[in-house]
C-alpha cells in the first residue's frame, strides 16, 4: 500500500490544537483521514470519534487508519452532526477542516450540541482553507457569531502559507 502524507495545512491545525495523548476528541467530516491520522498520532489513552456524512469519507479514513481503529484509539461513523450522540461522556477538543456548516446555515443546535459535551475549558477548532481571500471576512465574522452564540470565547489563527485560518472557540 501507498504511504499517504499528510498536508501541511492539516499538520499545522493539528499543531494548533496542541492534542494531548489523554484528549478525548471529536472530528467532524473527516474526509480522507488525513486530520483523524495526525490526531490519532498523538494519542495514547485518549480517543477519537470521526464523523462524515459521506459513506467514502467513513470508509477513507478506517482504510488509512486502520492501525488505529484496530487499537481502539479511532471509531468511525456515517453520520452528520446534527444527528450525533456523542459516545464519551466529555470531549476535550473537537476539530473541523473546510466543514463549511458553521456559515452557511443555523448551526444553533449542533453548536449547542458541542457546547454541551465539551468540558469547562474544551475547544472547538474550526479550520478553513483560504482559497478565495474575498470570502474569508464573511466566514470568519459568520462562524465566530455562531459560536460566540452558542457561549464560546472565540479568537481566530492564521496560517499565511498554506493560507488556513482557524477560529477557535473555548467553553
Sequence with gaps: MRMQTIPARILWAVDVMDVRPSD????IGCGPGAGAEAICARLETGRLFAIDRSESGVDRTKRRNSKYVDAGRLTVR??????????????DKVFAFNVNLFWVRDCA????????????GGEVFLFYEVTRAQ?????????????????????VVENKAPAVVGIIGRR
Excluded: N, Y
Design 24 to 27: 478525548q476528541v471529536l472530528e
Design 78 to 91: 456515517q453520520i452528520d452532526l446534527a444527528t450525533l450522540r456523542v459516545p464519551v461522556k466529555r470531549l
Design 109 to 120: 443546535d449542533e453548536v449547542a450540541l458541542l457546547h454541551d459535551r465539551l468540558v469547562p
Design 135 to 155: 470570502s474569508l471576512p464573511e466566514v470568519v465574522q459568520k462562524t465566530s457569531a455562531a459560536l460566540t452564540s452558542g457561549g464560546f470565547q472565540v479568537s
